[in-house]
């Protein structure tokens, strides 16, 4: 996926996490697609969230290697 594409998806993440703020899914996803995108402030931001709604996730995180830059 192209920048853009990653532009256009954080976009879509938004509105999810916006219809479903406690789905711990859909911040990931949002940390996930701005990560991407090149916005990694709010990547780590979405991410801590996504970690505050379910701690599974932080042990996900850490095992990517894309989203470890952003412990």
Wanted: aromatic share 8%; charged share 20%; with cysteine.
């Amino acid at each position: 996926m192209t920048q853009k594409d990653w532009a256009a998806a954080s976009k879509l993440a938004r509105c999810l996490v916006g219809a479903f703020p406690s789905n711990a899914e859909a911040w990931y996803g949002l940390a996930v697609a701005y990560l991407n995108a090149g916005a990694v402030e709010t990547a780590k931001e979405a991410l801590r969230k996504a970690c505050e709604l379910n701690s599974d996730l932080k042990l996900r995180a850490l095992s990517d290697h894309n989203l470890t830059a952003l412990w």
